[in-house]
């Protein structure tokens, strides 16, 4: 891929249709994970935990305040969580192994197979779209999600550092 026209230069167009791209991009994976989460019955921050506990797969060992770390929730919402994630089937509760006085929260066998059926297929759709990419070209687009996610990271911590803007009346 050339850059001969450097990083500031180039059809203005051409990059506000790649800013709407990805946009409606970000927009189609909410609504999706939207969707998700409606058919499973639990709210976005309960579909956000279930994702950690699929990625760790059946073997891994999240203690509740990991998922608290990662969810940006207190011990007290991480409780109600688990407990209701627990009453649906969604998860378990066990001592660790390693350190009896730790608790360890897997997702259930049913709930691993319930997220690949639901999951999978965008997976499968994802190889297939990427299967005619170029070792360089993949590259490339992973320098750009990953460029793309750190920024959204530093926004976060800045954002969250703003204060609070309340409620405006219009």
Same mark, same amino acid.
């Given at each position: ?27 189609? +994976?909410?609504?999706?994970? &939207? ?20 990625? &760790? ?20 919402? +991480? ?35 319930? +997220? ?33 996610? &750190? ?18 009346? +219009?």
């Amino acid at each position: 891929m050339s850059r001969e026209n450097g990083p500031a230069h180039g059809d203005g167009a051409l990059r506000a249709e790649l800013g709407r791209e990805v946009q409606a991009g970000q927009t189609a +994976v909410d609504a999706f994970d &939207e969707a998700v989460a409606i058919h499973l019955g639990v709210n976005r921050t309960d579909l956000r935990c279930l994702e950690i506990l699929v990625r &760790e797969g059946a073997e891994g060992n999240v203690t509740p305040s990991v998922l608290g770390t990662g969810l940006g929730l207190t011990t007290g919402s +991480v409780t109600a969580m688990l407990d209701r994630l627990e009453r649906a089937g969604y998860l378990t509760r066990s001592p660790d192994p390693g350190d009896r006085r730790k608790v360890v929260v897997r997702a259930t066998p049913e709930t691993l197979a319930k +997220v690949e059926e639901l999951y999978g297929p965008v997976v499968e759709r994802g190889r297939r779209l990427i299967s005619g990419y170029s070792d360089e070209e993949i590259r490339f687009v992973l320098g750009f999600l990953r460029g793309s996610r &750190e920024l959204y990271e530093t926004e976060i911590a800045r954002v969250r550092g703003l204060p609070a803007a309340g409620r405006r009346r +219009v």
